[in-house]
């Protein structure tokens, strides 16, 4: 076993050295206060131990790693028939990029890039009874841990910033497939995106994708096939267009947010959490990605 604490230090270390940590972002307003010297790690192992680092206690905005969250919920709720509305290949493209949704009758290329997660929230808004407080439940009840919430400010930030979000959600629409009105599917968007969640936190969220399914309070969540499908999606999809740069150099599925978190799993074996505020060019975690890669390094331990 690889001594995850001193290894654990060693990337702490070189990540405080990093001359270039990148650049926090800026165009959702409210998410450019944060410290880009902001640096945790939490790590977990299937066989129960804990291990963290530097700010792994601190809350940050989790944005598009909710995506996956939300991805598991839908699943849960219509089964296959969510790939009858978004399809399973990567983009190869930014985040926010609307071609490729003209191009392709609005059918959006994978449930990670926004037009595909937007989908993903008007199922939720569809098949939900009260759809915030439900999904906000769902990733308390995943963690175990009721001090989960939204931050109201960042979604607000983004609802009056987020022109492409509404051109994107405008065209589903004008594709029909989009069932709710845009606000509504939005509202819950935006809210889905600005849930805070520590490092912590989040490696015991995503705890039910290392394990076939099941959560860390012995629920089934989904099924065995199901977790399989999302950690493939996130191996191919979870970086956008640079999906493949993550499985070349780190060799893990994983899911980024534009406020700098990073969550990565090897299945039955850990669960490993990144926070580091400070975005390369792709919108990807600069110095989280960095430490992955060192961690898979020198642990060995990756898909590969
Ligand atoms: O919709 C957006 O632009 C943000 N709420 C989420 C984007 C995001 O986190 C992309 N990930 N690296």
Sequence with gaps: ????????????????????????????????HIDINNFGI??????????????????????????VLALAKAMALIGEDTWKRIDVEPSGHPFNQLALLEI????????????????????????LKNPKKDFLNYVRDLTGDDNIN????????EKITGFKN?????????????NNPVEEVLDFYFHQCAIEMTCEQLTKAFFFLANKGTCMLNKTRLS???????????????????????????????KSGVGGGI??????????????PGL??????????????????KTKLSVF
């Design 42 to 67: 939490h790590l977990r192992t299937s066989d129960g131990n804990d291990y963290g680092i530097g700010d792994y206690n601190k809350p940050f905005s989790i944005q598009s790693i909710s995506k």
């Design 104 to 127: 392709e009758n609005g059918i959006p290329r994978n449930p990670f890039i926004n037009s595909g997660a937007i989908v993903i929230a008007d199922i939720l808004v569809s098949n």
């Design 166 to 178: 509404f051109a994107a959600a405008n065209l589903l629409k004008s594709f029909k497939n989009l």
């Design 150 to 157: 939204f931050n109201i400010d960042v979604a607000h930030s």
């Design 224 to 254: 065995k096939p199901q977790a399989k499908r999302i950690n493939a999606l996130m191996l191919t999809c979870g970086f956008y267009d640079e999906a493949g740069e993550f499985a070349f150099e780190v060799g893990l599925p994983g």
């Design 263 to 276: 969550v990565a799993l090897l299945p039955d074996n850990y669960i490993i959490t990144t926070w580091a």
């Design 1 to 32: 076993m690889p001594d995850f604490q001193s290894i654990l230090e060693i990337i702490q270390q070189d990540a405080i050295n990093a001359l270039d940590k990148g650049s926090v972002a800026t165009y959702i307003p409210e998410l450019a």
């Design 280 to 297: 390369n060019k792709k919108g990807n975690s600069k110095l989280g990605m960095l430490a992955l890669e060192e961690f898979t390094s």
